[in-house]
């Protein structure tokens, strides 16, 4: 499990971050900028969850958590130091998916028509997480600002533990939980 006490470390205030192995990157890198997207999406997969009920809010629980496991894997890289023993997406998890995808469409009309974002409130979130899916997938497809920004990421963090009635209500991530 993760453990973490301090927030902000300020390793990050000249422009370089801490990836899975211990290695230092610039925060600009390709692998941040993919790893950072995939945490966008899954923030608006959170999103989609305030509307969502039944069998899609848990389907949609399951991808939040998969989303971190793959955040793990992307940010350590395959043949640094820790490489090997990284948590890293399984097939299986992927299987789900299409395990979901297909009892999903089942039920579906065929599509005469692409359709545009919007209809319900979820499923409007859940277009725009879709897209950022999307963007994340063109950054991973690509790899084989200051001290301010860099708190102000850290005060929106713990801003909203607070808001969380206090972390009462914080959602934790369970790494590997759907293998």
């Known amino acids: 499990m993760v453990r973490l006490t301090r927030i902000y470390t300020r390793g990050g205030d000249k422009g370089e971050t801490s990836l899975g192995d211990g290695s230092r990157t610039p925060k600009q890198a390709l692998r941040v900028a993919a790893f950072g997207t995939v945490d966008e999406a899954n923030a608006a997969i959170g999103l989609a969850r305030l509307h969502a009920q039944g069998e899609v809010d848990a389907a949609l629980a399951r991808i939040q958590n ?3 496991d793959l955040g793990a894997d992307l940010c350590t890289p395959e043949g640094g130091a820790r490489g090997a023993k990284a948590l890293r997406i399984q097939p299986a998890q992927v299987e789900r998916l299409e395990r979901e995808i297909d009892a999903w469409n089942a039920d579906l009309a065929p599509l005469d028509s692409f359709v545009l974002p ?4 979820c499923a409007a979130h859940l277009h725009l997480a879709r897209t950022v899916v999307r963007r994340a997938e063109r950054l991973v497809a690509e790899l084989a600002v200051g001290k301010y ?4 990421s850290d005060h929106l963090f713990v801003l909203s533990r607070h808001v969380n009635e206090r972390g009462a209500r914080d959602v934790l991530w369970r790494p590997g939980a759907n293998r």
């Open 118 to 121: 919007g209809g319900t409130a």
């Open 66 to 68: 998969d989303l971190f």
């Open 149 to 152: 920004l860099n708190r102000l």
